[in-house]
C-alpha cells in the first residue's frame, strides 16, 4: 500500500505541477514575442522605414520633381551621340615643336530632332571649329585643363553656330574621342 500511496502523490504533485509549468512557459513566451517586437518596431524606426520623415521626403521629392518640369525629363531621355567626321587636322605656327593636331569630336544632344539638325549645318560647325583649334597653343593644350578648356570653347562654338541656324543651341555636351599632337 505504500507504493499505491507514492504512485498517488506522485500523480497528485505530478498534475500539481503541470499547471504552473504551463503558465510559465505561456509567459516566457509572451515576453519573447513581446520582446521580439519591440526590437523590431526599433530597428524599423531608426532605419526610417516607420519614421515619419518618409513620408515628408517622399512628398518633398514629389514637389521638386514637379518644379523641375521639363528640365527633369530632358535630363532623363538618353544622350545621343554625332560624329563630326572626318577628324579635324590643323596645323599650327612654323616656330614650335609641335606642328599638327588631330582631333575627333563627337557632339553629344538629349534632343533627337537636334541630331539632324547637327547632321545639316555640319559645314558651318566644322569651319567655326577649324578656325577655333587652329589658333590655340600647344603648350597650354599639353595639360589637362588646357583640353578641358578648348572642350568648353569648342561647345560654345558649336552651341553658337547652332543657334545662328535653327534658333536652338540643341546642343548638350562635346567629346574629344581622339586628341593627337605632333
Known amino acids: 500500500m505504500a507504493q499505491e500511496d507514492d504512485l498517488e502523490l506522485d500523480t497528485d504533485g505530478g498534475e500539481a505541477q503541470k499547471p504552473k509549468s504551463k503558465s510559465k512557459l505561456l509567459i516566457i513566451i509572451t515576453v519573447v514575442v513581446l520582446l521580439l517586437g519591440v526590437s523590431a518596431t526599433a530597428t524599423l524606426m531608426l532605419t ?5 520623415d518618409q513620408d515628408d521626403n517622399v512628398a518633398e521629392q514629389t ?7 521639363k528640365k527633369s525629363n530632358k535630363a532623363k531621355a538618353p544622350l545621343n ?3 563630326m567626321d572626318p577628324p579635324f587636322v590643323v596645323n599650327f605656327n612654323a616656330d614650335t615643336e609641335v606642328r599638327f ?6 557632339v553629344g544632344t538629349r534632343n533627337p530632332e537636334a541630331v539632324d539638325l547637327v547632321k545639316e549645318h555640319r559645314p558651318s560647325i566644322r569651319n567655326s571649329l577649324v578656325m577655333l583649334f587652329g589658333n590655340q597653343d600647344p603648350d597650354t593644350l599639353n595639360t589637362r585643363e588646357g583640353k578641358e578648356t578648348l572642350r568648353s570653347e569648342t561647345l560654345a562654338e558649336i552651341q553658337k553656330v547652332m543657334a545662328e541656324e535653327t534658333g536652338d543651341v540643341g546642343v548638350d555636351s562635346v567629346f574629344f574621342t581622339s586628341f593627337v599632337m605632333q
Open 48 to 52: 526610417g522605414i516607420l519614421s515619419d
Open 63 to 69: 514637389d521638386s520633381d514637379n518644379k523641375a518640369g
Open 81 to 83: 551621340y554625332v560624329p
Open 101 to 106: 593636331l588631330q582631333i575627333t569630336v563627337e
